[in-house]
């Protein structure tokens, strides 16, 4: 079964906001990754976050996880119009080796 | 920076044709992944692939699919009789180990007509 739900499916927020997406996943993981897609591109790899670590951070970007909640969370601060693009989040499920996405966030930062 | 590169990035195919979807992973990967997404819907993962067999494969992964690492760089994904659902971006991805970052290509989008 597909991993990985993001809430909300669609954000839209001022330039310089900060902006927070959530995903929870349903089975034990070894990590979960964050990546961005431009409207008909390629997946970039953002952050990855084991399951041994809560926070991570990577410039304006803050990821958490709470293994118990199954769940993680991705902030991206000051945000520019140029982070407009879809935000998805993958969970690597423990002990196979099909790392599986959620649905993915559209995030639109208006300048 | 190493990356990894899919050709083509476009395709149009007859229904019931043959199509080979060719990737070029990280040299110095050892993992490799084929995804899918169906225009406006959620990556879906397709089947992975390490010491030169299938180590995982979703539902979607019947047998019309198959993978190839033919020689030391390629890794393909073919699709023997395309169905006008077929019709998405394939997504190329590799990684160093079996819980490290994947890298993904920029894409091939198939278009089964």
């Known amino acids: 079964s597909q991993q990985g739900e993001e809430d909300p499916q669609a954000l839209s927020i001022q330039e310089g906001e900060n902006a927070t997406m959530n995903c929870s996943y349903k089975?034990?993981?070894?990590?979960l990754q964050w990546y961005r897609q431009n409207s008909g591109r390629g997946l970039v790899h953002l952050i990855l976050?084991?399951?041994?670590?809560r926070e991570k951070h990577s410039g304006r970007l803050r990821v958490t996880l709470d293994t118990s909640k199954k769940s993680s969370s991705l902030l991206i601060t000051a945000s520019r119009a140029a982070d407009t693009a879809s935000y998805f989040c993958?969970?690597?499920?423990?002990?196979?080796?099909?790392?599986?996405f959620g649905a993915g966030t559209r995030l639109t930062v208006k300048p | 920076e190493p990356e990894v590169t899919q050709t083509p990035s476009h395709q149009v195919t007859q229904m019931g044709q043959e199509v080979i979807l060719r990737c070029v992973p990280i040299?110095?990967?050892?993992?490799f992944y084929w995804y899918r997404q169906i225009l406006g819907q959620k990556v879906e993962f397709l089947v992975s692939?390490?010491?030169?067999?299938?180590?995982?494969k979703s539902e979607i992964f019947d047998d019309q699919f198959s993978v190839e690492r033919p020689d030391g760089s390629n890794f393909t994904l073919k699709i023997r009789s395309t169905k006008l659902e077929d019709s998405a971006m394939y997504f190329c991805?590799?990684?160093?180990?079996?819980?490290?970052?994947?890298?993904f290509g920029q894409g091939t989008r198939l278009t089964v007509v």
């Open positions: 991805a590799s990684s160093t180990g079996a819980n490290g970052e994947a890298f």
């Open positions: 089975t034990s993981i070894n990590n």
């Open positions: 993958a969970s690597d499920p423990y002990n196979n080796n099909d790392m599986r």
């Open positions: 976050i084991r399951s041994n670590e």
């Open positions: 692939f390490y010491n030169n067999e299938i180590s995982e």
């Open positions: 040299s110095n990967h050892l993992y």
